[in-house]
């Protein structure tokens, strides 16, 4: 098989799809690999790295598009890129099609064969690919919510960590998944006081256990959410429906309830957000105020670490991608049901339940398909 990589055009994403390390992985296997010059250079790889590895460098992305039956990326195409896709090419990225309608329906048009990392899931429901990511934006979130609490920004002026005398702020986290316990950790390590709030009572169990109580855990429900916010400096919005848009869990009305300058950062953003008043931003513009409440919505986050996020991520896909490869789309679904999961459009049809759902489109099960 051809596979190949292209630099991300989205604003500010200096993440690689494809490492030089995991170049060769794909090579020594016996593929072909081809990739667009300049690829990694932000990411710290210079095009000599990739020749040493075996791989095709070449002049433009389009010359890439042209020549491979895989492409891998980071981000999900955008619109100049959607005429460069073809029939039963296969794309290995995160797509997030939930509230992506144009790209939905360009994958459906070209018949490409997309496979989504946010939805491959193994068999105890996790989402291998998805978690790295999650790991770097949790972290970033409390990062960047400290430095938009700062007066300049439109913040509180409060230092989130206090100082000897001062207290420190306060941390809201609702959604204790991969996200909510790498930010729980990140804000405990600032001295800042943390709350988080899910449905899942075996997860608080587990966060307040690890944590050794020094996290507040709360059920979310509608009064509990209101009380907090009322007190929150930061809000980090970190729910997750695989496939499918957020849940708006804080509403318009809700901005009222919190003191001018709390900073609330979406990280559930790509997914629509979880916040009624979230729009995507990024990096060059990351913030608007709305209402007197500053909101970071950057679609992109862990773009701005790309060295970090690039080998966190690839570390995760190579095997998933090596073994699309080695066996071709439709034998590597039936032998693995974590890229079974992941599968979300295949020759002019959405595979993925979550996603018809959310755009409207009829669910193609690819078990039938398989059947047949």
Not at 203 to 212: K, S
Request: one cysteine or more.
């Amino acid at each position: 098989m051809i596979v190949g990589c292209v630099r991300e055009i989205k604003e500010s994403e200096n993440r690689v799809g494809l490492m030089p390390t995991h170049a060769f992985e794909y090579v020594n296997a016996g593929h072909t690999v081809v990739v667009e010059s300049g690829l990694g250079v932000a990411s710290g790889f210079t095009d000599e790295l990739y020749s040493e590895a075996g791989a095709t460098v070449v002049d433009s992305a389009e010359a890439v598009w042209a020549q491979v039956d895989m492409m891998i990326k980071v981000k999900e195409p955008l619109e100049s890129e959607y005429p460069l896709m073809r029939a039963g090419q296969i794309l290995f990225t995160y797509l997030h099609l939930a509230d992506n309608a144009p790209l939905t329906q360009a994958l459906v048009d070209r018949k490409v064969t997309a496979f989504a990392y946010e939805t491959v899931a193994d068999p105890q429901g996790r989402l291998p690919l998805l978690r790295p990511m999650s790991e770097v934006a949790g972290r970033l979130s409390i990062q960047q919510g400290a430095k938009y609490l700062e007066g300049h920004y439109g913040g509180k002026g409060i230092l989130l960590s206090g100082v000897p005398g001062v207290h420190g702020g306060h941390v809201v986290i609702i959604g204790a998944g991969v996200v909510g316990m790498s930010a729980c950790k990140t804000a405990l390590g600032t001295g800042a006081s943390v709350s988080i709030l899910d449905t899942n009572l075996d997860r608080l169990a587990y966060i307040e256990d690890v944590f050794n109580g020094r996290v507040n855990t709360i059920f979310s429900d509608e009064h509990n959410i209101q009380e907090e916010l009322k007190r929150a400096d930061i809000v980090i919005g970190s729910v997750l429906i695989p496939g499918d848009k957020a849940p708006k869990l804080v509403r318009r009305e809700h901005l009222e309830l919190m003191e001018k300058g709390t900073v609330l950062v979406d990280v559930a953003i790509d997914q629509g957000g979880c916040f009624e008043t979230s729009k995507p931003t990024t990096h060059q513009n990351p913030i608007f105020i709305d209402s007197g409440i500053v909101h970071y919505c950057v679609t992109n986050m862990p773009g701005a670490v790309p060295q970090t996020s690039t080998h966190a991520l690839g570390n995760a896909t190579i095997r998933y991608g090596l073994e699309i490869a080695n066996r071709g789309a439709l034998e590597a679904i039936q032998s693995n049901e974590g890229l079974f999961n992941g599968l979300n459009a295949y020759d002019g049809h959405i595979t993925n339940a979550a996603v018809a759902r959310s755009q409207n489109f009829e669910y193609n099960n690819m078990k039938n398909t398989l059947k047949g």
